[in-house]
């Protein structure tokens, strides 16, 4: 039985405006692919080359979780695996948040008002990383991601909200998540919206 959960962030080489509009996921390539599993509490920071290493962690996952992976890093992965990602089992911290907020809310927002931690740069910083050759903090970064989305979804799970700065409420604002209640069962998160 699957018994470890994977939160993974994917960077990739180039921009939608590198590669003709929003699209074309599969000519984004990945730079690298940032994940962490539970089981062993441990981080883990794949280039293009062992992304096979990752896809063996994901099948072998109970569930995989990100922020904003229906929309963006399932569709820049798929190209690189031999099965169809429909299969996984998913959770989206974006789409329960824009469900709960009635908008879409950044990660960067999300973590700093829930957790006190910010990003430690943006995708755009990146791409340029990449085209410098500068890996190493493209890992930095995307572990960075990680680590937040991470910590957003265990704080969700145990206080059964995430909070956001809102400018039309001066302030901080809760947005009830249901994450704690996936524990029990794992299939009320179906991948409806997948793709």
């Keep these: 039985m699957n018994t470890y959960d994977v939160v993974f962030d994917i960077e990739?080489?180039?921009s939608?405006?590198?590669?003709?509009g929003k699209s074309n996921f599969?000519?984004?390539?990945?730079?690298?692919v940032g994940a962490h599993v539970s089981g062993e509490d441990r981080y883990y920071a794949f280039e293009e080359h062992e992304i096979p290493q990752f896809e063996k962690m994901i099948q072998g996952?109970?569930?995989?979780?990100?922020f904003n992976i229906h929309h963006f890093d399932i569709p820049v992965l798929q190209p690189y695996i031999g099965w169809s990602l429909k299969s996984l089992k998913t959770l989206?911290?974006?789409?329960?948040?824009?469900?709960g907020a009635g908008f879409r809310i950044s990660l960067d927002n999300l973590s700093e008002t829930t957790l006190g931690a910010r990003k430690s740069g943006?995708?755009?910083q990146a791409l340029r990383w990449y085209k410098e050759g500068r890996i190493d903090d493209i890992k930095k970064y995307c572990l960075k991601d990680v680590e937040l989305t991470k910590a957003l979804w265990e704080y969700g799970q145990k206080n059964g909200h995430v909070l956001f700065y809102s400018r039309n409420s001066s302030g901080r604002v809760a947005i009830?998540?249901?994450w704690g209640k996936m524990e029990v069962n794992l299939d009320a998160h179906s991948q409806t919206s997948l793709f």
């Design 12 to 14: 990739t080489k180039k």
């Design 16 to 20: 939608f405006d590198e590669v003709g």
């Design 26 to 32: 599969d000519k984004l390539g990945i730079s690298v």
């Design 61 to 66: 996952a109970r569930r995989v979780v990100g």
């Design 92 to 99: 989206d911290l974006m789409e329960d948040v824009a469900k």
């Design 122 to 124: 943006d995708g755009m």
């Design 176 to 178: 009830p998540v249901s």
